[in-house]
C-alpha cells in the first residue's frame, strides 16, 4: 500500500494511500469468515455457512465493509504516523477523495482535524478596565416604588374625571355580533387598564375619554385569526358602562413595607430593603456592563492576538451554519438567483468566512481560558439554568429541556456558560486590585 500522512498545519493534517486489490480482498475475505460465523441462512447450522456461499449472497454489502476496513487502516496508520490520539481529533476524519481505479486499487484521502494549540500568553494584561458599578438612592426608590405598585390594590380615585390613557376603568360589558350576543363577551365591574392591550385592537382606545356612569357602543372588528372561529373577522358592537376610574395607590416606603417585602427577618427596616434592592440592581447593571461592554472587548482583543491554527472543518462547519441562517432571510428570487449561479454562493461564503473564523477562534480561547482558570459547568448547572427559564416562562421544563436535547443545543448553551462564568471571574478579579 502506497502511504503518505501529513501534517497542514497543528490543526489539519491530510492523509494519503494507494490501497492495492490484493488488501481489498483479502479484506473481503476475512469480512466473509466473520460473517459466515454469525449468519442464519437456510440450509445450513448456524457458524456452518460456507464462505462462499456468504460472497455469493451478500457480494456488495462485504465489499462495502472490506473497502471500510481499509479506509480504517490508513486512519490508524496515518495517526500513528503523526503521532495524533484519537483524543485530539474533532469530530470524524473527513474523506475528500475516494477514487476506485479499474484494476481494482483504490486512491484514498482524508482530512484530520485536531485540537489546536493555544499559548494564552499573558492574557490577563489584556483584560480591559473594569468600573466599579454603583447605584443611586433615587434609582433605588424608584424600584421600590414601582415593586410597590405592581401590588398594590386598585382603589377609586378621588375626584371624578375623564378615562385616560394608563387608568383602571371598572366597567360593564357585552358584546354583540348582528345584534346577537355572543358567549364570553358579557363582564360586570370588569377593571380594565387602559393601554394594556389585552382587549380587541381599538375596544381600548374608545374607552378614552368616558365619564362616570356613562354608557357608550363601541363597535370593533376581531382579528382574523382571533381564537374563536365564529367570531374571527366579524364585527362586533359592545354596549359599555363607566362605573368608575381606579388606580393603584403605593404604599409609603417606610419600614412597615419593608417588613412585608422581607417577612420572618428580623429588625428589617426600610434602610434593610433598600441596601437588599441595591446589591440586587448592582449586580443586574454589573451583569449588563459585563455582558455588552466588557466581554465582547475582551474577546475581540484576544481573537486579534492570540494566534494559532484553526481545523478547516470546524470553520466551514461555522460557515455553512451562517449561510443557511442568512438564506432563511432570503426572497423567493433571491434564492432562485443563488440555484441558478453556484458562484454567488461562494461569493457568500467568502463574505462570511472571516466572522466565522473570528467566532471559531474565540471558542477555542474560551475553551482554553477555561483550563487555565479551573472553570467548569457540570450538566446538572446547564439542567438547573434551563429548568428555572422556563419556569420565568411558565412553561413546562421537562419538555423545554427534551426540544432543546433534540435540536443539539445543549453543549451550545454549557459552552455559553462556561464563556459567562469564566470572563465574569477574570473581569472581577480586575475590579478587585
Not at 483504490?106 to 468600573?131: Q, R, T
Request: overall charge negative; glycine content about 4%.
Amino acid at each position: 500500500m502506497e502511504f503518505n500522512a501529513n501534517r497542514v498545519d497543528e490543526a489539519n493534517a491530510v492523509i494519503t494511500a494507494t490501497v492495492a486489490k490484493e488488501m481489498i480482498e483479502a479484506n473481503l475475505d476475512k469480512v466473509a469468515k466473520q460473517a459466515s460465523k454469525t449468519m442464519n441462512i437456510q440450509g445450513f447450522r448456524k457458524g456452518k455457512v460456507p464462505v462462499a456461499v456468504v460472497k455469493q449472497r451478500f457480494a456488495e454489502k462485504l465489499k462495502e465493509d472490506a473497502e471500510a476496513d481499509a479506509v480504517r487502516k490508513v486512519l490508524k496508520d496515518g495517526l500513528k504516523l503523526l503521532n495524533i490520539k484519537n483524543e485530539d481529533l474533532i469530530g470524524e476524519p473527513t474523506v475528500t477523495k475516494f477514487d476506485k481505479k479499474e484494476e481494482g486499487s483504490i486512491e484514498i484521502e482524508l482530512s484530520v482535524a485536531c485540537k489546536p494549540n493555544i499559548d494564552l500568553g499573558d492574557y490577563k494584561s489584556l483584560i480591559p478596565e473594569v468600573k466599579d458599578i454603583d447605584v443611586d438612592i433615587k434609582e433605588i426608590d424608584a424600584r421600590l416604588t414601582e415593586i410597590a405598585s405592581s401590588s398594590a390594590p386598585l382603589e377609586k380615585i378621588a375626584r371624578k374625571r375623564a378615562v385616560k390613557d394608563g387608568d383602571f376603568a371598572l366597567i360593564d360589558f357585552e358584546g354583540f355580533v348582528d345584534g346577537v350576543a355572543f358567549e364570553g363577551g358579557k363582564a360586570e365591574k370588569y377593571p380594565l387598564q387602559i393601554g394594556s392591550g389585552s382587549f380587541i385592537p381599538g375596544f381600548e382606545e374608545q374607552i378614552i375619554g368616558m365619564k362616570y356612569d356613562e354608557q357608550k357602543d363601541i363597535t370593533v372588528t376581531f382579528p382574523e385569526s382571533y381564537q374563536a372561529k365564529n367570531l374571527a373577522g366579524k364585527e362586533a358592537v359592545f354596549k359599555v358602562t363607566l362605573h368608575e376610574i381606579q388606580e393603584k395607590v403605593a404604599p409609603e416606603l417606610n419600614d412597615e413595607f419593608a417588613q412585608k417585602m422581607l417577612p420572618g427577618q428580623e429588625n428589617v427596616t426600610i434602610d434593610t430593603l433598600r441596601d437588599r434592592v441595591k446589591e440586587q440592581m448592582k449586580a443586574e447593571e454589573k451583569s449588563k456592563y459585563y455582558r455588552e461592554e466588557l466581554k465582547p472587548a475582551y474577546l475581540e482583543t484576544l481573537v486579534e492576538r492570540i494566534e494559532f491554527a484553526l481545523p478547516n472543518s470546524v470553520v466551514d462547519q461555522e460557515i455553512n451554519f451562517a449561510l443557511n441562517n442568512k438564506i432563511r432571510t432570503m426572497s423567493e428570487e433571491e434564492i432562485n438567483a443563488l440555484k441558478e449561479d453556484a458562484s454567488k454562493v461562494e461569493e457568500i461564503r467568502n463574505e462570511l468566512k472571516q466572522d466565522a473564523v473570528n467566532s471559531v477562534k474565540a471558542t477555542f480561547i474560551i475553551d482554553a481560558l477555561a483550563k487555565a482558570e479551573n472553570v467548569q459547568v457540570n450538566d446538572q448547572e446547564v439542567m438547573q439554568v434551563l429548568y428555572y427559564e422556563a419556569m420565568q416562562m411558565g412553561q413546562n421544563p421537562q419538555e423545554v429541556v427534551k426540544q432543546y436535547q433534540e435540536a443539539g443545543y445543549l453543549p451550545a448553551i454549557k459552552m455559553s456558560m462556561i464563556e459567562e462564568k469564566v470572563i465574569s471571574k477574570l473581569l472581577d478579579e480586575k475590579l478587585g486590585k
